[in-house]
């Protein structure tokens, strides 16, 4: 089992910048593929960017492409996700998630999850 804790969220006005963490429980995560999906109210969750266990691979999302980065440093068992120029439509609460194969957009090919961090961006 993989427990994964997200931090970094808050609250910022469009335009400025977060850098989102999630920290794995274990080892493990250097065998798993990393997602970011984030779940703005009476919305479905949706995806973000996801990063293959080397690093080698990434996809994002066509809305966060040129402003988003994801990133990760398997020693130190964490992901990052880079957050630049938000605008108001990138408030959500922001989940990371794991699983093993290779990198997909799709929710349902992840196995671990954590509880999310909130991303509120003001006008």
């Known amino acids: 089992h993989v427990h994964l804790e997200e931090s970094g969220g808050g609250l910022v006005q469009a335009g400025d910048s977060l850098r989102l963490s999630c920290l794995a429980s274990?080892?493990?995560?250097?065998?798993?593929?990393m997602g970011w999906f984030r779940q703005a109210p009476g919305r479905e969750r949706e995806f973000v960017a996801t990063?293959?266990?080397?690093?080698?691979?990434?996809h994002y999302a066509d809305s966060v492409m040129g402003r988003f980065t994801i990133s990760r440093d398997n020693a130190k068992n964490t992901v990052w996700l880079q957050m630049n120029n938000l605008n108001t439509d990138d408030t959500a609460n922001y989940y990371c998630?794991?699983?093993?194969?290779?990198?997909?957009?799709?929710?349902?090919?992840?196995?671990?999850w954590g509880r999310g961090t909130q991303v509120t961006v003001s006008p």
């Open positions: 990063i293959s266990w080397s690093g080698g691979t990434k």
């Open positions: 274990e080892r493990t995560i250097d065998e798993n593929t």
């Open positions: 998630a794991a699983r093993f194969g290779p990198p997909t957009p799709n929710l349902s090919d992840y196995r671990w």
